[in-house]
């Protein structure tokens, strides 16, 4: 059974710009990248925490979004998502120089989405991750474990915790 200590203490935290709140074990550190893609640069938005205890469920907590240009891709491109998605996941793992062991179709609200794990660091570390594209915003959570905590209450209560608005 899981031990739900330590679950009590998680902060609400919201990006106005970004129109979502998630819930958090700690404060969020926000960074911008800058990302070249073949639809131009895109400004991408990234909020994290970093765990300083080895032994948490999740060493790392992250939500990011970005939004594409007008008329490149949209959630009611239908025709295209799931290369939108496929090209994602690939660039996720052969960034980490990972393999994806799982991915699945999702939805939040009716928005397509993906969740996918990718192991890496030679099977010792796993990256969970939902993403979603809603209108032409995309937007992303991850949580990094290593792999003896990959089934974690954790993360169930950080990617259960994100909303819109």
């Known amino acids: 059974l899981f031990s739900i200590a330590g679950l009590a203490n ?7 710009d970004g129109k979502f709140r998630v819930l958090a074990p ?3 550190t926000e960074k911008i990248d800058s990302v070249q ?16 205890n080895k032994d948490a469920d999740n060493l790392f ?10 008329h490149s891709i949209h959630s009611d491109s239908t025709e295209i998502l799931e290369d939108f998605f496929q090209v994602t996941m690939e660039t996720a793992t052969a960034s980490v120089d990972g393999e994806l062991i799982y991915s ?5 609200e009716e928005f397509p989405g993906k969740f996918w794990r990718i192991e890496y660091l030679k ?5 969970k991750t ?7 915003r995309y937007y992303s959570l991850q949580t990094i474990m290593y792999k003896n905590k ?16």
């Open 10 to 16: 998680w902060q609400q935290f919201e990006s106005y």
């Open 123 to 127: 099977g010792n570390a796993i990256i």
């Open 61 to 70: 907590y992250m939500v990011s979004y970005c939004d594409y240009p007008e």
């Open 104 to 108: 699945t179709d999702i939805e939040y």
């Open 130 to 136: 939902k993403a979603f594209l809603i209108n032409s």
């Open 26 to 28: 700690g404060a969020m």
């Open 150 to 165: 990959s089934l974690n209450p954790s993360t169930d209560k950080f990617f259960d915790s994100f909303r819109i608005f």
């Open 37 to 52: 893609t073949d639809l131009g640069d895109l400004e991408y938005h990234v909020f994290f925490h970093q765990s300083d």
